[in-house]
T-cell receptor, first 115, second 111 residues
Framework: DVKVTQSSRYLVKRTGEKVFLECVQD?????MFWYRQDPGLGLRLIYF???????EKGDIPEGYSVSREKKERFSLILESASTNQTSMYLC??????????????FGPGTRLTVT | GIQVEQSPPDLILQEGANSTLRCNFS?????LQWFHQNPWGQLINLFY???GTKQNGRLSATTVATERYSLLYISSSQTTDSGVYFC?????????????FGQGTILTVHP
């Protein structure tokens, strides 16, 4: 079975802190994604990576950066946390078959509160 | 970008009832997935179904790509089926596999 893990289920940080959210997958997937989920806004893509050291901006990249130094690990970084970044953060991974992106598998999520 | 609409937004059932959830999308898609989000927020994969019909126990799904809709059937519902059901699509092209989610159907199953 595919397993995607995230470093924390719940996290509380102060405004202005630098925050790291870690995601690890164990199935050698080349693609990894970070989404956030907010009431009324649904799930939105923040960043995406299709290979080590490669990244692409999603729909809402402002205020975030990412790092992918190893294939199995994809980190989301909040350079200076703000209260509007309080949200549920979900990581996902998938394989590709040629130019087709296959089924995405999600981690358990991290509920981040910024006070 | 592509639009994804799910209906109904809310559904309340008695245990044992059957239900059909619908997902309409506004453009052709490479992939379509159905998820169940449990009360702890975890998205559980139900189906990866860009076209055709699949079944898994009491659940089945059908996607008619040419008509741009997908249906999720839940038979003999149980209280553990409660939660939010999401449809998500990958529009292909320059989307890099990004999933665009519908707003979800909130299912409540009473004993």
């Amino acid at each position: 079975d595919v397993k995607v893990t995230q470093s924390s289920r719940y996290l509380v940080k102060r405004t202005g802190e630098k925050v790291f959210l870690e995601c690890v997958q164990d199935m050698d997937h080349e693609n990894m994604f970070w989404y956030r989920q907010d009431p009324g806004l649904g799930l939105r893509l923040i960043y995406f990576s299709y290979d080590v050291k490669m990244k692409e901006k999603g729909d809402i990249p402002e205020g975030y950066s990412v790092s992918r130094e190893k294939k199995e690990r994809f980190s989301l970084i909040l350079e200076s946390a703000s209260t509007n970044q309080t949200s549920m953060y979900l990581c996902a991974s998938s394989l590709s078959a040629g130019t087709t992106y296959l089924e995405q598998y999600f981690g358990p999520g991290t509920r981040l509160t910024v006070t | 970008g592509i639009q994804v609409e799910q209906s109904p937004p809310d559904l309340i059932l008695q245990e044992g009832a059957n239900s059909t959830l619908r997902c309409n999308f506004s453009d052709s898609v490479n992939n379509l997935q159905w998820f169940h989000q449990n009360p702890w927020g975890q998205l559980i994969n139900l189906f990866y179904i860009p076209s055709g019909t699949k079944q898994n126990g009491r659940l089945s799904a059908t996607t008619v790509a040419t008509e741009r809709y997908s249906l999720l059937y839940i038979s003999s519902s149980q209280t553990t089926d409660s939660g939010v059901y999401f449809c998500a699509v990958d529009a292909g092209g320059t989307s890099y596999g990004k999933l665009t989610f519908g707003q979800g159907t909130i299912l409540t199953v009473h004993p």
